[in-house]
């Protein structure tokens, strides 16, 4: 009967290539764990300087570096080892392994856990300063993630990035069918929303806590938002176009059968099922109420949408419609700005 050996660290490997010695030679000989960590403890013991051992993203460790992380912790505080180790906690679900590693550790008297805050509004705007891109929307969009930030800064453009959309969407691999539909749901509703409203519009409300865990949604009083806007914005991009009408749909219903007079909101569910009659009903109501506010962009936005939806052969409604656009844009124009709708 063979005997399968456990496989050996990624990091144990480049450390060997590092430090040569016994260690390196263990591992081409394909030695078993407790020969190499024991090789690796005696080599650290023998250094005379301080020797810093860095394992970065071992929130995508497997379980033989979490292994090795779990030995060298609870061994090098009388070595003259710095061990620092970096991960994203908002990747981790509740019963990660990593979590359960972090959590033995941290009765070490010599373990230190130092939390990276995310980048303020100032210091978005420094790192997007002469690129052209608008600062308050760039904090808006990725909540300071400093990944984020600087992935879309890189990119050159307020169009998301490759590299962010393919973060996004490797996170939502782990989940199961259900919970991928309900994100995909949640995505269409927008960047916060009542949590009677999502489960309204799920088979199994107990995805809402697979969701909830992955931190894909987070809980916020007695709504759910998403983390970051560009998450959303990236969860959004990847759904075709055959369910976002069908989603739109069923969110408009929801809203409807709730008694919603949200006539912005049941026009953008509207435009995005293809609903040209609900288009025409609901946007040219919303600018309407958005003019009465002052929201000037709000309003012209509204009657944008209603336009691309008229007829043409009804030219009166469509006349109707550019004169009142017209007149936002003149607002506008002359400087006249009023709030945004909230």
């Known amino acids: 009967m063979a005997c399968l050996r456990p496989p050996r660290s990624g990091p144990l490997l480049d450390i060997a290539n590092q430090i040569d010695g016994e260690l390196l030679r263990l591992c081409r000989a394909e030695a078993k764990r407790d020969q190499l960590y024991g090789a690796l403890l005696r080599q650290l013991s023998d250094l005379q300087t301080l020797t810093v051992v860095v394992i970065e993203d071992v929130h995508w460790a497997d379980e033989a570096t979490l292994d090795l992380l779990s030995y060298l912790g609870r061994r090098i505080q009388h070595l003259p080892v710095l061990l620092l180790v970096t991960y994203r906690d908002d990747a981790l679900v509740s019963n990660d392994p990593l979590r359960l590693t972090l959590g033995g550790l941290a009765s070490q008297r010599t373990t230190r856990r130092l939390g990276l805050p995310t980048l303020s509004m100032a210091g978005v705007a420094t790192l997007a300063q002469g690129t052209g891109i608008d600062a308050t929307e760039l904090h808006r969009l990725t909540a300071g993630n400093p990944f984020f930030v600087t992935e879309v800064l890189q990119a050159g453009s307020d169009a998301l990035p490759a590299s962010v959309r393919d973060a996004v969407l490797a996170r939502t691999t782990a989940l199961s069918g259900p919970a991928r539909d309900a994100l995909e749901v949640a995505a269409l509703i927008g960047s916060r929303m009542r949590s009677e409203l999502l489960v309204s ?18 809980k916020d009083g007695d709504d759910l938002r998403f ?22 749909t069923k969110i408009m219903h929801a809203l409807l059968a709730s008694g919603s007079d949200d006539d912005a909101r049941l ?13 025409l009903m609901y946007a040219p109501r919303a600018a309407g109420r958005a003019a009465e506010l002052g929201a000037r962009r709000e309003a012209a936005a509204q009657y944008e949408r209603a336009l691309r939806f008229v007829p043409a052969t009804d030219m009166r409604t469509r006349a109707e419609l550019l004169d009142n656009l017209a007149k936002q844009l003149g607002f506008l124009r002359n400087g006249r700005k009023g709030a945004l709708k909230p």
């Open 201 to 218: 519009l799920i088979d199994d409300p107990l995805v809402m806590d697979e969701l909830v865990s992955h931190v894909l949604l987070i």
């Open 267 to 279: 026009g953008f569910h509207a435009e995005g099922a293809g609903n040209p009659e609900l288009v």
């Open 227 to 248: 983390r970051h806007q560009i998450a959303r914005v990236a969860i959004e991009g990847a759904i075709p176009p055959y369910r976002k009408a069908a989603i739109h």
